[in-house]
């Protein structure tokens, strides 16, 4: 939800605030713009899953069901990445929309890595991952690849590097900071991924073009069991509970220091300047279509 055009700051994602309204009405019409995307490239079911815990009942609830487009289906879950049917039964593509960059990108509005009071850093097999990269993990685990990013610059850089230049990002807004951002207006972000998300004609043909995720030597999807670190922080029990099968090996290091794994790495190595992509969003008049 951090990642669609129009949410800056934290209180258009929190449940228990007054602008939480506002957050839910931007997010449901750019989750429907990536529906009519969709469905311009030829799919023929189309599953909205909420993955924002929004707290107070609309933790991964926050759509505006009213308002959805009637062309799609959508779940309701009870825990993040609990639902996975859709992916077991054979999925043809993913689409990740409003993502935002892992804890501690700089230019990465309202960035974090799924708790910013838990989690300080995720490696999978030593690759620093974020959301995005948890994600695409699930979905390699069934053999679905992700075919669309949409978020602010850090989020499509930080999928491009993880997923290869093949993946299709929609930059809507370019971070200045935590909570500061300059941003395209969200009738004219939603334009983006309405007509890109699946333009290519060989677009389902599996995820043509995009790389597995890869995670140290290993990529995802290849049938490994994972097998968690020792430690028994906050964060190291719920990588452990819930994402255990995704990588063979993930190392998490807790925000309180109960989980002092062997750091796979010293720090992060961002790339500068824009994804590459033919969306990006361009801070110059002129430049972006």
Known sequence: MEGISGIVKPEQTNATKPQFEEGRKLYTEE???????????????????????????????SLIQEDLDPDCEFVVQEEWTGYTDFLESGCDAA??????????????????????????????????VGETGINAALCGTWGCPVLLVTGDRAAAREAKALLGDGLTT???????????????????????????????????????????????????????????????????????????????????????GAFRGERPGAGRADSAGGAGDEHAFSPQPGLHP
Not at 104 to 124: I, K, P, R, Y
Not at 210 to 215: A, E, I, Y
Not at 226 to 242: F, I, T
């Open 170 to 256: 929609v930059e809507v807004k370019q971070g200045l900071g935590a909570r500061t951002a300059r941003l395209l207006p969200p009738k004219r972000a939603r334009q983006l991924p309405d007509g890109h998300v699946l333009a290519r004609p060989d677009a389902c043909d599996r995820g043509a073009g995009v790389q597995r995720p890869r995670f140290g030597e290993h990529a995802v999807g290849l049938g490994l069991v994972g097998q968690v670190g020792a430690g028994e922080g906050n964060a190291a029990k719920l990588v452990r509970e819930r994402l255990g099968p995704i990588a063979p090996a993930v190392i998490v290091d807790d925000h309180l």
């Open 31 to 61: 989750i429907n713009a990536a529906v009519r995307g969709a469905k311009a490239g030829g799919a023929t079911e189309i599953v909205v899953m909420d993955c924002h815990g929004a707290g107070e009942g609309y933790s991964w609830n």
């Open 95 to 128: 689409l990740f929309v409003g993502m935002h960059a892992m804890a501690g990108t700089a230019d990465g509005v309202l960035n974090h890595t799924v708790s910013g009071v838990d989690w300080q850093n995720l490696w999978f097999n030593g690759t620093l």
